[in-house]
Every structure is written in C-alpha cells, then in structure tokens.
C-alpha cells in the first residue's frame, strides 16, 4: 500500500525559505521508473506543478518556479524535500507530493496536502 | 509554459453523458501520450481517473473515459452520478522534461 505525507511549516513569513518533506511508504525511490513529484493549489485555484525527482537523481522543475525551488531525495530515508526560496503570499497554497512513473507519468498516489500560509 | 485550457463549468442531469475539454498545443497535449485527468473532491487530494490519454486508473468506473484529438484532450464522463460532482484537471507533459495542468472544470449534477 503506497503512501505519502506531507510536513513541514504551516506559516512562513515573507522573503524566508519553505522546507516541506514528503515521506513515503509502500514504494522505493531506488526502483527504477519510479519518481516523487510536488504540485500545490492556491485556496480555490488551480493545480500547478512544481517539481519532480526521479530514482535515478533527475530533477525537473516547472520553468516558471526553476530558480526558486530545490528538490533532494533521501532513499534511504523514504523522503522528498522540496525548498522553495523567497516566499511571498501568492504561494500561499496547498502543497501535495505524489507518486508517479515512467513513461506515463502520471500521480496516481498523493498525499493529502499541507496547507502553507506565507503571512508576516 | 501556460495552463492547458478547460471550461470553468460543465453541467448534467443524472444519467447523461458529459464532456470535458482541455485544449493545449502542439508542444504538449498534441505530441505526448501522456495526457492524464484527475477528480477533485472539496478538500480532498485530487485522484487520478485517466492516464496514457486513455487508460483508465484501476478501480475507476468504466463510465470514464479519455480520448485525445490533435491538441484537445477530452474526458466523458457517462451515466452521470451525484458523486461526479467535483473538480476535475487535465494534465500533459510539456516540452519532455516539464509538466502543466489544466485550468480546471466544476461538474456539476443538476
């Protein structure tokens, strides 16, 4: 049974740097085909990709985010750490991580989201 | 990359038949087969329906399908029920290395 969740701060202030890890059960990220990827939801919007990592240490990233986001992945720990830098309120949204593979590549397992406020 | 485009709202009576368009381009939906859709209850996870343009996710009803024309994607949703009330997203690979979602549909059962 594949699962994942999602934690990290539920406030951030503006210009500080988002940490949100993804922790994941019932897959490995050392099985080849297999990848994490993070897609966040403002309050009543749109989702938006943001990120994925393959097992295989590629990354990607949405082109219009590339700059301010780093994604890392600890197999060995069955963990996805997505960093976004220089946080404003219109990324205050839903963040979600799920788990996708190839060639379909499609998120067909997510967790149930964490909310992030980007306040001062 | 811009957002694939859908129809903010499509609507039906229990036991029609629906369709939802998301339209792209030649850079995303129109090459890849890599078109996916997802339902979105309110505040839940989003859950995925259709992916490969066509297959339908296990354990989703066969009453949802996928099928793609040029740069138009199309989910038909058949035999509507009141659970199909939600929001539902396309998704294609842009460009190879990227990812875009769609704008986003509300279905809603009169």
């Known amino acids: 049974q594949i699962t994942l969740t999602e934690s990290g701060p539920t406030l951030v202030k503006p210009t500080q740097t988002l940490t949100l890890t993804c922790t994941f059960s019932?897959?490995?990220?050392?099985?080849?085909?297999?990848?994490v990827g993070w897609i966040r939801q403002p309050p009543g919007k749109a989702l938006e990709w943001l990120s994925l990592?393959?097992?295989?240490?590629?990354?990607r990233y949405s082109p219009s985010l590339k700059s301010r986001l780093t994604v890392t992945k600890d197999s060995s720990k069955n963990q996805v750490v997505l960093t976004m830098t220089n946080m404003g309120p219109v990324d205050t949204a839903t963040y979600y991580c799920?788990?996708?593979?190839?060639?379909?590549?499609?998120?067909?397992?997510w967790g149930q989201g964490t909310l992030v406020t980007v306040s001062s | 990359q811009s957002a694939l485009t859908q129809p903010a709202s499509v609507s039906g009576s229990p036991g029609q038949s629906i369709t939802i368009s998301c339209t792209g381009t030649s850079s995303d939906v129109g090459t890849y087969k890599f078109v996916s859709w997802y339902q979105q209850h309110p505040g839940k996870a989003p859950k995925l329906m259709i992916y490969?343009?066509?297959k339908r996710s296990s354990g989703v009803s066969h009453r949802f399908s996928g099928s793609k024309s040029g740069n138009t994607a199309s989910l038909t949703i058949s035999g509507l029920q009141a659970d199909d009330e939600a929001e539902y997203y396309c998704c294609a690979l842009a460009g190879i290395r990227n990812l875009v979602f769609g704008t986003g549909t509300t279905v809603t059962v009169l």
């Open positions: 799920a788990h996708t593979e190839v060639p379909d590549t499609m998120f067909d397992y």
């Open positions: 490969a343009d066509t």
């Open positions: 990592v393959y097992w295989h240490g590629d990354e």
């Open positions: 019932g897959f490995s990220l050392n099985t080849p085909g297999v990848g």
